[in-house]
């Protein structure tokens, strides 16, 4: 298994800037990818952004520009770096892993509010 524990959220007004880091643990797995989902009320879990071990990055069309996506390989820590805060990216932020072991897994953080007042 690989555990993954998020932290970092909040409540935060608009225009402010949160940062999310994610830190996974777990061995024997090889982990591919990182990267932060969101799920707000009545929603489906939608992709925030994701990076690779290679360092390719994918961002949702509604964070370009104002989010960031890094990751410490090392660390096997990923952090995402939130300016420009809107209303409407409130939600539950969720960490996610691929890692492979024989197989590609998916594991999943336990979630960390994020509350952007207007």
């Known amino acids: 298994q690989v555990q993954l524990v998020e932290s970092g959220g909040g409540l935060v007004q608009a225009g402010g800037s949160l940062r999310l880091s994610c830190a996974a643990s777990g061995s024997d797995f090889s982990i591919i990818r990182m990267g932060w989902y969101r799920q707000a009320p009545g929603t489906q879990r939608e992709l925030v952004a994701t990076?690779?071990?290679?360092?390719?990055?994918n961002y949702a069309d509604s964070v370009k520009g104002r989010f960031t996506i890094s990751r410490d390989n090392a660390k096997n820590t990923v952090y995402l770096q939130m300016n420009s805060l809107k209303s409407e990216d409130t939600a539950v932020y969720y960490c996610?892993?691929?890692?492979?072991?024989?197989?590609?897994?998916?594991?999943w953080g336990q979630g960390t509010q994020v509350t952007v007042s207007s």
């Open positions: 996610h892993c691929a890692a492979r072991r024989l197989r590609l897994y998916d594991f």
């Open positions: 990076t690779t071990n290679g360092g390719n990055t």
